[in-house]
């Protein structure tokens, strides 16, 4: 009888110790164009490990710049390539300007990118891969800013910032530099030749996050080999965020083909679908985005934007979805 009683105490207290390590979850919140909708420039992502580090991703142009009160604390920048939806070479005055279909991209960010003027006043690390680290180092140091700031993680390797790693993966894309960032006599004579500057391979993202959670930002990309390869069999994402906009990227089809056939997550966060995904909130009939929902073989959390979604460690999404 005691030792029953004992058994159950014990039993008990492991289960309320363990008990805050199962419910840690890694919440992600779409800064788009117009709150509680998913609109045609939606790209821009902030992940928040449990342990309060802040990542924003591809900020784009839905972020209405440094001063964009949704932000908050941003301790890293991701950045997958240097397209103009990316990093930002304008963007909204203000969260919810324009509507979902026409959005307000009246700022310019140039020749910083947006996601430059948010690492300048948040003091962000810039994490990026291929050869982009050197240009947003001299970005950071031409506006008075630290260069070291710029973390370098190429294919294959990682690095481990406030305690999430961080690891880039291939993204089967161009990735041109706009010559309007590198300005003078260059920039100008490469604009009119029709010459982008040359800042390595795009780049898709795979994230491990403190409480295990594993997850693949696919950026701009076709489909490669390298999804089953290395995102599925090397490093077991269990969360994704697809791209299925087409034409630029993979399309609702090739997107599927990517989740159901080379990836298998547990969930899918859809992305850049270049359309407006949504209508008071419910995503729209006949949308690219609604043949993606139908295509995949695994739930497909739309990103409604400040709307923050939970997920666990296996990539189950327990909150706000
Ligand atoms: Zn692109």
């Not at 800064?31 to 580090?53: M, Y």
């Not at 962000?124 to 630290?146: R, Y």
């Not at 693949?216 to 090397?234: F, K």
């Not at 709307?307 to 979805?321: I, L, P, Q, R, V």
Request: charged share 15%; with cysteine.
């Amino acid at each position: 009888m005691m030792r029953t009683t004992w058994i159950a105490a014990l039993g008990a207290l492991a289960a309320a110790l363990t008990l805050p390590a199962v419910a840690q979850t890694v919440k992600v919140t779409p800064l788009g164009g117009i709150d509680g909708e998913f609109c045609p420039q939606d790209r821009a992502l902030i992940f928040e490990d449990p342990n309060g580090t802040r990542i924003l991703y591809d900020p784009g142009r839905t972020v209405a710049g440094a001063s964009d009160p949704r932000l908050g604390k941003i301790d890293i920048v991701l950045v997958s390539h240097m397209h103009g939806d990316h990093a930002g070479n304008a963007h909204n005055k203000e969260p919810n300007s324009g509507s979902c279909a026409q959005p307000d991209m009246s700022v310019s960010a140039m020749p910083n990118s947006n996601a430059v003027n948010i690492a300048l006043a948040k003091k962000s690390k810039i994490v990026t891969g291929s050869e982009m680290p050197a240009f947003f180092a001299a970005k950071l140091k031409a506006n008075g800013g630290d260069p070291t700031n710029s973390i370098l993680t190429r294919f294959g390797g990682s690095v481990t910032v406030s305690g999430v790693r961080i690891a880039t993966v291939t993204a089967m894309h161009s990735n041109g530099l706009d010559p309007d960032y590198i300005g003078g006599d260059l920039g100008k004579a490469m604009k009119e030749a029709g010459i982008a500057g040359d800042v390595g391979l795009a780049t898709g993202y795979v994230l491990r996050f403190s409480n295990g959670l594993v997850a693949y930002l696919s950026g701009d990309t076709g489909i490669t080999a390298d999804q089953e390869l290395v995102v599925r069999n090397h490093y077991n994402a269990k969360l994704v965020v697809m791209n299925i906009g087409d034409g630029f990227t993979t399309g609702p089809a090739e997107a599927a083909y990517v989740v159901n056939e080379l990836v298998k997550p547990a969930s899918v966060i859809a992305s850049h679908a270049n359309e407006v995904g949504t209508a008071s909130g419910k995503v729209r009939p006949g949308s690219k985005t609604e043949t993606f929902m139908k295509a995949a073989k695994m739930p497909v959390h739309i990103p409604l934007s400040g709307k923050t979604m939970e997920f666990d460690a296996a990539g189950k999404c327990t909150a706000g979805c």
